[in-house]
């Protein structure tokens, strides 16, 4: 993130940007009783006290760090009066918390409050068990219960955010302060009291387990021990006996490339001197709810500390610049020492709506089309143009990183086809995201044609049966599958039952395939022609003929002569079948000539039996 890292002055992450950083790391053995003695200086002439009252320029009036809990009064004259605090007290400043415990902070306007109330006296939930120390990956914290002793005791802590005030001495448009506050149980020995703001989430598990959010490395690949470079740990100590509350400022960093994360001072008078306050209650002060197990609700000397911090000055956090907070948490420890253990916790890390939205890709889910579907380029426009983002700090650009999304599908994707995008964000404050995402039509199904091979049938069949034969025949052709698909078949039904031929062809178009064409032909076979052999006319001679039956079998030997051959069964019929008289007659017999395809004919011939000559009686006379 930009400003994640202050740029001021003796800020000590400027150590590791010197040009001469590689001579210096070659040497550093030649160094280091000098750099043990300035470690030594820093933790002891260095770190000095740093206790400052003063006015925050946030609310209408301003928030009074001034070791008085209440709006409008102040232990120390007339500088703090009218201006706001912690606790209602009627006059013409603001305040957070009213008489009954409720906030005055409207909901939805940037600003953001955490008041903790934390079990004391008994063994707290909130403790931490083994060993815990301020300078460990917090992966490794155990939060749980356990006995805090009194001077580290804590029963409310609070955090309070807000930008501030432009109208006010001191109020830059755009930066961001937090004003803090906690107490002790007792006050008789050496306290610290920490408030730590980290720029990724630190969030405690319902296991009393902590998982941290921050980078696992910085930018030259070094771990970063559990927290986000440039985080700020303030620390607020009470001195051994008590009179006498100093705060001190660290900043996450680490001396030089390779080496492991820290808390490095940070030189407030030099460098923030208006940008820190912190103080103590120098007298007894009241607050609206009973204080501990003391029988009343007054804050005795040194119980109470409050304090503020300008986290655009000492982070880069603020309305008009990059950087954020996620978490802030309150806790207690042994020292100020970077293995001090850590004692108690007031509750839960406060988790800070980002203060800049963060960026974030809002994607198409991945689609997949079903072959064949319509108005595919509808539903690609709509997945196209979803690639959005939320948050951010504009300008933001996007790339498609894989390929860029056309605006049009190609000429054949509804045959099938597939883009797998990655879709990345970047925006002015260097936050990124991504997401990929596909897009898939599925392939369109082949054209599948079951043609049909040259077919036949017999003769001498009806129509029905060669209608049936035919059909059986041709419904084994199928076209089937592809997408948009048009079969285009001519059938031009069976041929005739006396013989021929028809051709059945198809042209199957669809709109992912070359057309499938092809024809077959289906033959009834020709019916054998039919050959009539005709009978002649016939006669018989009545003087040879004994009688009518021998008439009849001469008569049945001359039909005789009539027959027919080929064709389908076919025939050849008289219509005269009874002999003419033996004694003389003659018949036209007519034949019918019928068959399966044959063109019914006729053809006459005549039978004649030649009577006698008449009888000559000639009589004998008497």
Known sequence: MKNSYNTKMGDPDRFSAFSMKSWFLRCRWLFLPLIMVAIFMMSTSA?????????????????????????????????????????????????????????????????????????????????????????????????GLANVPKKDDMERAAVYFEYANENLPGGNAGDLWCIFAADRWEVGGASYIDFEFNQASIVVNGD??????????????????????????????????????????????????????????????????????????????????????????????????????NLTDLMGIGENLCGHVATAWCRTKTSHSS???????????????????????????????PECTENIETLYDQWRTAFTYTGGVEPVVETFTSLPLPEDLPADAECGWTITTTYSIIDYCEQTDECTRTFTINPAPAVVVVPITAGSTGSCQTQAEVDADYLAWFNVLSITGGCDLVPNIVNP??????????????????????????????????????????????????????????????????????????????????????????????????????????????????????????????????
């Not at 395939?513 to 050959?531: C, K, L, N, Q």
Request: with cysteine; aromatic share 10%.
């Open 208 to 309: 009393g387990s902590v998982t941290s959010l921050a980078p696992e490395v910085d930018g030259d690949l070094d771990p970063t021990g559990g927290r986000t470079p440039g985080d700020i740990l303030i620390t607020i100590e009470f001195t051994r006996g008590g009179t006498t509350a100093s705060l001190y400022a660290d900043k996450w960093d680490k001396p030089a490339i390779g080496e492991p994360y820290t808390w490095m001072y940070i030189d407030i008078a030099t460098y923030y001197p208006n940008s820190i306050y912190c103080t103590e209650n120098t007298v007894v002060t009241e607050a609206p709810w009973p204080v501990y197990d003391q029988g009343n609700n007054i804050y005795a000397q040194n119980q109470f500390v409050e304090g503020a911090i």
């Open 339 to 369: 293995s001090a253990e850590l004692a108690d916790l007031a509750g839960p890390p406060f988790q800070i709506a980002a203060l800049i939205d963060p960026l974030v890709a809002v994607c198409s889910g991945d689609m997949i089309i």
């Open 493 to 622: 039904g069976a041929p005739d039952k006396c013989g021929g031929e028809v051709t059945v062809t198809w042209n199957a178009t669809s709109s992912c395939e070359d057309p499938h064409t092809g024809s077959a032909i289906f033959t009834v076979a020709d019916v054998p022609a039919v050959v009539v052999t005709e009978a002649t006319d016939g006669d018989a001679d009545a003087c040879d003929i004994a009688d009518q039956a021998a008439a009849q079998v001469l008569f049945d030997a001359w039909l005789g002569t009539a027959s027919v051959t080929g064709g389908c069964t076919p025939t050849s019929t008289p219509d005269i079948v009874t002999a003419p008289d033996y004694c003389g007659g003659s018949v036209l017999v007519t034949w019918t000539i019928e068959d399966h395809c044959f063109t019914t004919d006729t053809y006459t011939a005549t039978y004649t039996i030649t009577p006698p000559d008449a009888v000559v009686v000639t009589e004998a006379t008497d």
């Open 47 to 143: 770190n000095a006290q740093y206790n400052k009252q003063g006015i925050v320029p946030v609310m209408t009036k301003g928030f009074a760090i001034d070791g008085d809990a209440y709006a409008n009064k102040s232990p120390v004259g007339s500088d703090y009066d009218a201006i706001g605090d912690w606790f209602e007290n009627p006059g013409a400043a603001d305040w957070l918390i009213n008489s009954d415990n409720t906030t005055t902070i409207p909901v939805g306007d940037g600003t953001m409050f955490q008041l903790y109330v934390d079990v004391f006296k008994d063994k707290d939930p909130t403790a931490w068990p083994g060993n815990n120390k301020i300078n460990d990956n917090p992966d490794t914290y155990t939060i």
